[in-house]
């Protein structure tokens, strides 16, 4: 056994020396690594190509990465800058409309001096076909508000009437609701007639403009304002523009159909007028 073992040993190096002389002889007469290291070469050369080709592809897949990253970093900052943009935006517009609506009740103020008023936020609005009201957050207990007190915008607008005073809470009926009516003057003619709210219209947002002055003009565009008869709303507060003026299915008389001057779902603060001067005449309103 011994004896085996010594002859492979020997037969190995044996061949170990020719491959070391034949690898010697290629270098000094071909000048280079000769055909053993070629073979070594030509059998490596794939496997070097592999690993460089997946080199490669891990390269461009870290690379790719490494680019995403940047531009999700890109997103996160340009997002933020946009949402700080919309914030500004959003303070900025609700810094002008509270200024634009300081300035116009400051302007009120200036036009109806003689008027004692109460400034109301509305809170709740009726969600019922049969009547058009909202409430709003005064009452006896924290104002000097009462029932019959009309209600107006800071522009002067006539929009309602409190119906019912409650603690800290009271009802208005609005200028559609089939329970109000005021005396009225239309257009630059004068001619009067009643203001008042009408079942038909009221879901279509519109008034009903009746008994009017048959002396008198009365076309579309024409304003109408209150007339202050009766002491109920002082006179020359905006109602609305008439749209359309008709004659009633009898033949006598004419009724018109108003828009009113602002869409009530649209306020949210009022003015409930519990005091004023009775005038006879009426007082320049603006345009809003």
Request: net charge negative.
């Amino acid at each position: 056994m011994k004896a085996l073992f010594s002859r492979r040993s020997i037969i190995i190096g044996a061949i170990a020396v020719i491959i070391a002389v034949i690898s010697l002889v290629s270098v000094t007469v071909f000048g280079s690594s000769g055909p053993i290291t070629g073979m070594a070469d030509a059998v490596s050369r794939p496997l070097r190509t592999l690993a460089s080709n997946v080199a490669r592809v891990f390269e461009n897949i870290y690379s790719s990465i490494y680019r995403y990253d940047n531009l999700m970093a890109d997103y996160e900052r340009v997002a933020r800058t946009l949402t700080e943009y919309e914030r500004d935006y959003r303070e900025a517009a609700e810094l002008r409309s509270e200024n634009e609506r300081l300035r116009a009740l400051f302007d009120f103020q200036e036009r109806h001096s003689g008027y004692k008023h109460e400034q109301a936020m509305i809170e709740n609005r009726s969600g019922d076909n049969w009547s058009s009201s909202f409430t709003i957050d005064r009452g006896y207990a924290n104002s000097n508000i009462e029932k019959g007190n009309g209600v107006a915008t800071e522009y002067g607008v006539l929009i309602g009437q409190v119906s019912g005073v409650g603690a800290t809470k009271s009802t208005v009926v609005t200028v559609l609701d089939t329970t109000f009516s005021a005396g009225a003057f239309v257009g630059d003619s004068g001619a009067t007639a009643t203001i008042k709210g009408d079942f038909s219209l009221m879901s279509s947002g519109l008034l009903m403009l009746d008994y009017i002055d048959d002396n008198h003009i009365v076309l579309p565009g024409d304003s109408v304002v209150t007339s202050g008869v009766g002491g109920v709303f002082p006179s020359g507060l905006v109602v609305g523009e008439v749209v359309e003026v008709l004659r009633h299915s009898t033949g006598i008389g004419r009724y018109a159909i108003v828009k009113p001057m602002r869409e009530i779902d649209t306020i949210s603060y009022v003015f409930v007028i519990y005091d004023f001067e009775v005038s006879d005449e009426i007082e320049d309103i603006p345009a809003e």
